[in-house]
Each structure stands twice: as structure tokens, then as C-alpha cells.
């Protein structure tokens, strides 16, 4: 039993079957990727997971307990955080507001009304946010609006405002896409350190090869929406089935 | 002091000297001279300036901080008017229960048109909302009669209850509203060689509830709730995948501005106790969304600017009529007099609207952000001007 485990998955689009039984087992404190082809169901996956999507049939189960039908915002509080492929990061906030809503969120739960304490009386989650800020070097922008970052940067911030929730599982869906070279290297550095800092399981989906072999310590690969198979970096690099279905296809 | 900033303390301040000094800031012209018509400084306008004033800042609350644009929040206005009529009716003519019942029932209508609306967004919410209002408007005025006198909307009586005060006065009249024995009517005049001042009870009481009502949203703009408010206008999906349920929020919001307005309303009434059904329109909607933008949505002072804006027009610019004109451009030959008038003509008196709408285009397409960007942009300007003096000076002190 992982902490995250998926169990007979399937889900239609009309004539589509975009997730056929699928089974994935995320144990604790590991990086777990999920790679494919495009349409492979990637994507369609970690919207299950996140309450985004309902599958059709089959089971979710996170820490123990089911997160079918639940709203993502319960979900959240469940213990899982998302990052997008493009990053959603509060863009009319500054820098400094975007770390203090996930402090309030995980602190007050999904809604409180505190209309007439000031933030600025917050002291000790004002601390709690400027140390991920430090951590992930972006003290220095802590006034600036976020909307007005390099993409780079809006990155960053997304990690730090799922980080600083604790969260037991990250998601992460593709998140070097569309980056340059260097960015993608920075982004690889930062996951790097956070898994060794911290208690966290990861699971990335991601195209990028090189993201993946230098920081997965599983690897599922997802064709036509089903798993192909399961094994270590190593393993999957030489195996004749993932030649053929997904880099086999790419050459 | 009082749990604020610095910055936000000198607004409050600020702004409380402008509303108590009011009444001499708002005549700046001597009672005989010609500009005269342009003092706003009596009584019943000043009470509209404020009353609107609160009206903007709640609006602002739910528009400026969620983004949500609700076209339907005059129905909360008419809505607190009738609570407060009814309490004249049946109570006393003490403003204070008054008040109070049509900031509760205002909530309580807020709570649940926001319940239904807000399960959509954007454009849809606002026809939502829309829609709310207009049926209000038309059960005021036809089917509700019984509660709401329809057409002629409701006003106190010489039959009527009032089990805390009295039905009539000794002399057989309508007793007037009152807070705890001072007549909101009451009124000092100051003479001051050409000028007169004109102290009202009622506006002192209005502006005094729009300064704790500016209080208090600037409590909730700087509170971790504002801070929620702004996030959820800012993006809704990043908020879910925070934990966060965006519904109750925006929900709060709405029933805040919601009960702002009944406060509004409420005082309208207190002022002068009549509610008819023309403050639930529409276009009364329309009013409070165009007082915002103008004034800059989302900014703290803006709404109060806005409302008193559109207000001095609508009392003053609406007044001036093709005599005035006349009386203006007298100096220039005949022909050419009548012409400027007949140029003019259209813009003031009956064709105000066209001013404003004009005003109103120019702000939008110059200054998105409403006088209030207006105002920074000035002030930035004078500081540029300033450093960059500073800058010269430096620069030439070395060659000396």
C-alpha cells in the first residue's frame, strides 16, 4: 500500500476511452513519474486525482481515505497540492500575499471569516512566509506583484505556495514545459532539494526525459490510457516495450 | 491607533476633517455672487454626498475586491428605505431601530438573491442580479402594494402607530425623525460676512455612520478576508487548488455590500421618510456601478469621490438653465451669444447626462483606474518634477 493509490481506473469521453484500468501505487517519500505519449491519459489521471474528474469506475484512495467526489478544494486540505502546467499563481497579489493565502488556507481550513484582524498582526505566518521565500530565493521580490514575474519565477512561487502547506503529495503536472534550458536545470535543482529536505512524495508527469531520469525514483508509462509498465529509471530506459510505444514513436 | 497603518490613518483622518468641515469646504462662493448655484454645502445634498458615499464603499467591497459586478444592488438600497419607513410607521421616529432593521433586512434579501447568484460568474451573475432587482422593482411597485403602497410609494401617516412615540403631535402633525430628540431637520445657519453656513443634524449623523462605515472597509480591505476577496477575483482555480472554497467568500461579500446598501437606504429614509419603489430601478443600480468606476474600483477613497461626483452633477450641473447661460456670455455680441447657448445648451440643465456620460467615457479609456489614478498620476508628476529638480541641483553644485 503507497500513500496514493489507484485501483481499476476507467474513464470515457464519449467514444473515447481515456483511462482504462488503470492501477498505480505511489509509495511514500518517493518521486514517482508518469510519462507517455501525448494522449496517453496523462493528464486525465491527475485530474482524478484531484477532483477535477470523476472516473467513471475504479477507486482513488489517498492516505487511507477515498478522494472520489470530493471538491479539489477538500482535497487540498487532504493533503495533496498541484502545480500546473502553466503556473496559477494569484497574479494581482504581490509576491508575499501569493505565500500567505496557502498559509491561511491550511491554518483556518477552506473558510474563515477574519474581516477585521489586520495581516499585518500575523507575525508568526509573515515569518513562516518570508523563510519559503528565502528558501527558494525570492525574498528579494517578496513586494513585487506576482503577475509581473518571469515565467521562471511564477514557477518557483507556485512550488513555494504548495510547499508551504506541508502537503503530503505534490503533484506535478509537466512542470519544465515551455521552459528553456536553464530554467528547466534551475526547476531540477529546486525539486532536488526539496526532496531531500523535507518528507514529500512527488509525482511528476512530464515529457521531459531528462526531468524525469534525474529526479524519478519510479517510473509509470501510460499508453492509449493504460500502464504499460512500472520499474525503476534504469530499467525503463532499456525496455523493449517503452522503445516501442513512446521512444521508439519520439525517434 | 484604531488597528490601522499609518498610510491607511492619515486616509481616515483625512477624510473625517473633509466631512466634518464639509459644510464650509462644499460653499466656497459668497450667498449674492453669481456662483453661487455651484455651492453644494446645504443640507440635503451633503446628506446625498454621504448616504451615496456609504452606498459605493459596500458595493466597492463585493466589485472592487471579488470583481463580481452585481447590476441588482439598488434593490438592497429600496429594500433598507422600506424597513426604515416601516419602523417610523410602527415603532418611533427614533432613526436609530430604524437603521438598524434596514441594514438586518437588507442582509437577510442579500443573503439569499447572493445564494442563487452567485452560482455563476461574470456576465451571468450580473443578469442574475440584474433580474433580482428589476423583480423587486416591479412587486414594489404592482403586486407587494399592501407593504410597499406601490406607486406612491410609502410615507408616514398621521394614523399610524408608532407605539414607542406618539401618532401626531400636540398640534395635530407629523412628527418628524429624530436621533433620541435631536430633529434630523434641525439646521444651524453661520453668517460670515457673504457666505452662509448651514450646519444640519442629519448630515452630521449620515456622515458620522459613513465615517464608521469607512472604517470599516478598510478593516476588510487590509484583513486576511479582503485578502481572500482579492485573491478570488484574481484567479478562482489557484484558490480551489489552495484549499479554498472561493462560494462562501464571495457569498460574504455580497451580503456585507448587501447590508451596506440597506444601510443607505436606511438613512435615505431617516433623512426624509418616504421609500418608493423608482430607488429599487435599475438605472439606481446602474448609478452605484458608474460612481465606482468613475471614482476607481477597488481603491478605498475612490467610491466616496465617485458618488460625490456624480452627485454634484446631478444637483448642480442639472440646475443651470438657458438663462444662466445668457447671464454667462453676455459679454460676447448677440449673434454669436445665442449661438455659444445653443452649443452649450445641450450639455447642462436637463442634458447633464450627457456630461457625465462623456466624463465618464474619457475616464474609462484615459484612466482605467478612476480619479483616483488620476490623482497618483498628478502626484507623481509633481514628484518627478521634484527629483528630478533635486537631481539638476546636484548635479550643478560640483560645477561651482
Known sequence: MGILDVRDVNKRFGGLQALGNVNLSVAENTVHAIIGPNGAGKSTLLNCLVGKLIPDTGSVMFDGQSVLGRKPYEINQMGISRVFQTPEIFGDLTVFENMMIPLFAKRDGSFRMHAFEGVSHERGLIAEAEKMLDEVNMLDKRDFHAGSLSRGDKRRLEMAMCLIQRPKLLLLDEPTAGMARADTNNTIELLKTIKKSRDITMCIIEHDMHVVFSLADRITVLAQGTPLVEDTPEKIKGHPKVKEAYLGEAA | ?400
Not at chain 2, 454621504?50 to 441588482?72: E, P, Q
Open chain 2, 1 to 400: 491607533m484604531l488597528g490601522l497603518g499609518k498610510k491607511d490613518l492619515s486616509l481616515l483622518i483625512l477624510v473625517a476633517v473633509l466631512t466634518m468641515l464639509a459644510p464650509f469646504l462644499l460653499n466656497p462662493f459668497p450667498t449674492d455672487s453669481g456662483l453661487a448655484q455651484f455651492n453644494a454645502g446645504y443640507p440635503d445634498l451633503m446628506q446625498r454626498f454621504v448616504i451615496f458615499g456609504i452606498f459605493a464603499i459596500g458595493f466597492n467591497i463585493l466589485f472592487g475586491l471579488t470583481g463580481y459586478l452585481s447590476f441588482g444592488h439598488a434593490a438592497f438600497l429600496g429594500v433598507g428605505s422600506y424597513a426604515a419607513v416601516w419602523m417610523f410607521k410602527l415603532l418611533s421616529m427614533n432613526v436609530v431601530p430604524a437603521i438598524i432593521l434596514s441594514v438586518i433586512i437588507a442582509g437577510v434579501f442579500a443573503l439569499a438573491i447572493g445564494y442563487i447568484s452567485l452560482r455563476r460568474s461574470g456576465i451571468y451573475f450580473s443578469i442574475l442580479t440584474l433580474a433580482f432587482a428589476q423583480m423587486s422593482f416591479a412587486l414594489a411597485y404592482s403586486v407587494l402594494t399592501p407593504i410597499t403602497n406601490g406607486e406612491t410609494g410609502l410615507q408616514i401617516a398621521l394614523d399610524d402607530p408608532r407605539i414607542l412615540g406618539v401618532s401626531q403631535t400636540e398640534d395635530g402633525s407629523i412628527p418628524v425623525t429624530h436621533f433620541f430628540g435631536i430633529e434630523m431637520r434641525a439646521t444651524e445657519v453661520l453668517r460670515l460676512g457673504g457666505w452662509e453656513f448651514q450646519f444640519s443634524a442629519g448630515y452630521y449623523l449620515c456622515a458620522l455612520v459613513m465615517l464608521v462605515a469607512f472604517y470599516l472597509a478598510i478593516r476588510i480591505f487590509r484583513s486576511p478576508f479582503g485578502m481572500m476577496l482579492r485573491a478570488v477575483k484574481s484567479n478562482q482555480q489557484r484558490l480551489y487548488y489552495t484549499g479554498l472554497n472561493a462560494r462562501p467568500y464571495t457569498l460574504a461579500a455580497f451580503v456585507i455590500s448587501g447590508m451596506y446598501a440597506g444601510l443607505a437606504g436606511g438613512l435615505l429614509a431617516s433623512m426624509d421618510p418616504l421609500a418608493g419603489a423608482e430607488r429599487m430601478q435599475w438605472t439606481a443600480s446602474g448609478e452605484v456601478v458608474l460612481m465606482t468606476i468613475l471614482g476607481g474600483a477597488g481603491t478605498l477613497i475612490g467610491p466616496v469621490l465617485g458618488a460625490g461626483f456624480i452627485k454634484y452633477f446631478e444637483n448642480i450641473f442639472s440646475k443651470l438653465n438657458d438663462n444662466v447661460l445668457h447671464g454667462w456670455f453676455a459679454f460676447l455680441p448677440d449673434g454669436l451669444e445665442d449661438f455659444v447657448v445653443t452649443i452649450v445648451h445641450p450639455f447642462v440643465g436637463k442634458g447633464w447626462h450627457l456630461t457625465l456620460g462623456l466624463m465618464f467615457m474619457a475616464v474609462v479609456i484615459f484612466l482605467p483606474g478612476g480619479l483616483v489614478e488620476g490623482g497618483q498620476r498628478i502626484a507623481r508628476l509633481f514628484r518627478r518634477r521634484k527629483a528630478s529638480d533635486e537631481h539638476r541641483a546636484a548635479q550643478e553644485t560640483p560645477a561651482e
